[in-house]
């Protein structure tokens, strides 16, 4: 990676927008172009600056990160948008996966982990937690013990390579370890993951993450077994 990369941040609490900010200057390849105390501002920010990264929070007034990240993938108007988020807002991760998020990280998150992210994001190897993953879909299949229909019907049409990439992407690998795992290039595997994508109908590689637990493909506990 060569370049400097163009950031903008965005949260309602000033404190944590100064702590991202400073942490994020501190990488001499990175620029915070722009910063945003809700969904609106950063939805203009991006339209704006054209950034590579949005570090967006969840949970913001006038219009919340959600709807944010829609607005901007939808508009092309940054590579990705990595949220970031506390505990308390599991519950709306699997929309923001849904929304195109790139990935998700904790607000105590040191600087070393922020900088890792948001390099992953600008790779398209976004950086999934498939702890974090793993814990939310599995209370949300917990509720529901039923795998959705058309999430199946399209887990069905992915070959046995892409459902062997599919396996990597739930545990976080980035295309080059997928590489390695798999004894395939590079060039390759980011072609098996944007099929999985068209196919899953997923915005994003945590996205598609999602789609291997609710079509059933993962099946939570007895260490994650991968369905047929």
Do not use: C, W
Request: aromatic share 4%; net charge negative.
């Amino acid at each position: 990676m060569s370049g400097t990369i163009t950031i903008v941040v965005a949260d309602d609490q000033p404190v944590i927008l100064f702590g991202i900010r400073a942490m994020l200057e501190y990488e001499t390849d990175f620029t915070v172009v722009a910063t945003a105390a809700n969904g609106r501002l950063a939805v203009e920010a991006a339209a704006e600056h054209r950034p590579d990264v949005v570090v967006m929070d969840i949970r913001m007034p006038e219009l919340d990160g959600i709807a944010a990240t829609r607005r901007i993938l939808d508009a092309q108007t940054a590579g990705a948008v990595l949220m970031i988020t506390t505990f308390d807002d599991e519950e709306y991760l699997l929309d923001s996966a849904r929304a195109g998020a790139s990935g998700f990280l904790l607000k105590d998150a040191g600087a070393d982990v922020l900088a890792a992210a948001v390099r992953s994001a600008v790779r398209g190897d976004a950086l999934i937690d498939p702890a974090m993953t793993r814990g939310l879909l599995q209370r949300r299949i917990d509720a529901t013990r039923v795998s959705d229909p058309v999430k199946t019907a399209q887990l069905d049409t992915l070959t046995e390579r892409e459902r062997d990439v599919l396996a990597a992407l739930v545990d976080g690998l980035s295309n080059l370890e997928i590489a390695g795992r798999l004894f395939m290039s590079e060039g390759t595997v980011k072609s098996h993951v944007s099929a999985i994508l068209a196919k899953s109908e997923s915005r994003s590689r945590v996205g598609a993450a999602v789609f291997a637990y609710e079509s059933g493909f993962v099946v939570p506990g007895e260490g994650d077994r991968r369905g047929a």
